[in-house]
């Protein structure tokens, strides 16, 4: 069968109308991100010296397991380019921690990459990413 | 975290799932306890083999419910058992002046929910005992079918039966509540046409777009789910899926919904009770 | 959830130099500021908890600056290394100004 374009109208409006055509919600604009990263970092680190841990697909983004971790590191900031504002979280780490590693759970509104910035003891920093899709469930409930 | 990259490589060494389970090699082990997630339930079920919701769940939520400190849903446990010990009403007793300590005199109720209620001569669910008490013994006010308070009691009293099989009777006078819920979940409705069975026994193990159906069972209620960020009762859900195929659904506690509730728990019968479980 | 109560844990016994894993959440919805009323359409305010810090009778362990991003129920595990018997204390402060507080106390082992 042939669609007219008339065919694909119809029926963008119907599933538009049963709801499974979203509107694009806001997101943060790599400008958002670099602004972010510049003011905690003054500039671009270097990559490597950070690792994220977390699923490379969400089953809820309500709910998403990250840990990061950077030895030697005195604060970590996360940040998730695909949200309507990055910011995630700053992790501080004191003379007791055992390891400059957290883990949280975090929301992402879609697939996105999150991103973990390291301000090393040495006044250096360091950057990673890592890609998390989030699955857009079919039975909302 | 460490846990969850395990069980990660325990899964990837297993068998291929055969109805498209995430890991079917995946054990539901919570606090030393191993739970039962799949039961041979044979001829007179619908389904042969049943299986827990838990078994179709990515492993990263998988985790969440094994560990009481890690499931979100032990805040409502919690707060249920403050409120089992706190005086209400105009008798000035708690749930606990009565009922003592609700590891005792709790446990294996919600295996066997919904049940008959001679006195009120009805088939009646968890919340509805709970609520008949409040007025009979405590001289308190209902709480709401998805009230915090409900939520968390049925939570903390679910789970005095965390691992006991699923054991709902459907002879006497539940007979004609379980003809009326098997009608329930057979019944196309809504504008998408669709009945419980068309999802939940026709393609359980399926994707539906990214979502992985499973078979609805209910032997993890009130759960936590993600998606809500919070607990839901059984009739929460039940009310979700109706709305998801477009058609107006029940009122929570109405006999429809108890009737159906009646049914999915024989459905699960053999299942280990998970409340309060975890889900996406 | 109906009440904002924190959850903490902590083993009961470490030998100093011991590291040890703590793991920690509160009961919170974390209302991020996005999301509408869904009878008004009006914005909901944004209402979370926007720091947490955990110390050792008075030192720094682990702290951290939270935006709306982070989930209901904030959840946060760290590790920690033992200096020897003492006291544990943690609290997260929300919007409003309210602080939550919890203490543990950890034996030598």
């Known amino acids: ?141 | 975290m460490k846990k969850w990259i395990a069980l990660g490589v325990m899964a990837s060494i297993g068998m291929a799932a055969s109805v498209g389970l995430a890991d079917e090699s995946a054990t539901l082990t919570v606090e030393g306890q191993t739970i039962k997630t799949k039961h041979e339930a044979g001829d007179e079920n619908p389904l042969g083999t049943v299986y827990s919701g838990w078994t179709f769940r990515s492993t990263e939520t998988q985790v969440l419910q094994m560990d009481d400190f890690e499931n979100p849903g032990f805040v409502m446990v919690e707060y249920g058992q403050e409120l089992w010990e706190t005086a209400e009403g105009s008798s000035g007793k708690s749930c606990a002046s009565c009922h003592g300590d609700a590891s005792e005199s709790m446990k294996g109720l919600r295996a066997v929910m919904p049940k008959w209620h001679e006195e009120k001569d009805t088939l009646m669910t968890l919340e509805d005992h709970i609520n008949w008490s409040r007025q009979e013994h405590q001289g308190a006010e209902p709480w709401k079918w998805e009230s915090q308070e409900m939520l968390a009691m049925t939570a903390f009293i679910g789970l005095q039966s965390r691992g006991m099989p699923m054991n709902v009777s459907i002879d006497g006078k539940n007979a004609e509540w379980f003809e009326k819920g098997k009608d329930l979940y057979y019944t196309r409705v809504g504008q998408l046409d669709l009945a419980c069975a068309n999802c939940h026994e026709d393609n359980y193990g399926n994707m539906i777009r990214a979502d992985h159906l499973s078979q609805g069972m209910i032997n993890g209620f009130p759960v936590y789910r993600l998606k809500w960020s919070g607990m839901g009762s059984i009739h929460r859900r039940f009310s979700g899926c109706m709305k998801q195929v477009r058609g107006t659904p029940y009122k929570r506690g109405s006999d429809e919904f108890t009737a159906l509730e009646l049914y999915l728990a024989w459905r699960g019968n053999g299942l280990g009770v998970e409340t309060p479980s975890v889900r996406n | 959830m109906a009440k904002v109560k924190p959850r903490v844990k902590v083993p009961r016994k470490a030998a100093p130099g011991d590291v040890i894993t703590i793991k920690t959440l509160i009961s919170h919805p974390m209302e991020s500021g996005q999301r509408k009323d869904k009878k008004t359409g009006e914005l909901i305010p944004r209402k979370i908890i926007n720091r947490f810090d955990a110390k050792f009778e008075g030192e720094d362990i682990f702290s951290v600056d939270i935006a709306p991003a982070v989930s209901a129920n904030p959840y946060f595990e760290f590790s920690v290394t033992v200096p020897g018997p003492g006291e544990f204390q943690f609290s997260w402060v929300d919007d409003d100004g309210s602080v939550y507080e919890t203490k543990k106390k950890i034996k030598a082992a």
Do not use: W
């Open chain 1, 1 to 141: 069968m042939e669609m007219t374009r008339r065919d694909m109208l119809a029926f963008a409006s119907a599933l538009a109308a049963v709801g499974l055509i979203g509107i694009k919600p806001a997101e943060a604009s790599t400008e958002l991100l670099e602004e972010a990263i510049n003011k905690f970092a003054g500039g671009m680190p270097e990559s490597g010296g950070v690792s994220i841990t977390a699923p490379e697909i969400a089953e809820n983004g309500n709910t998403v397991p990250v840990e990061v971790e950077a030895p030697g590191a005195t604060d970590i900031l996360i940040l998730a380019d695909g949200n309507p504002n990055p910011d995630v979280a700053t992790m501080h780490f004191g003379k007791l921690a055992a390891e400059q590693r957290g883990a949280t759970r975090i929301r992402l509104a879609k697939t996105q990459n999150v991103v973990a910035v390291a301000k090393m003891q040495d006044g250096t920093y360091r950057m990673a990413k890592r890609e998390v899709k989030v699955t857009i469930g079919g039975c909302g409930g």
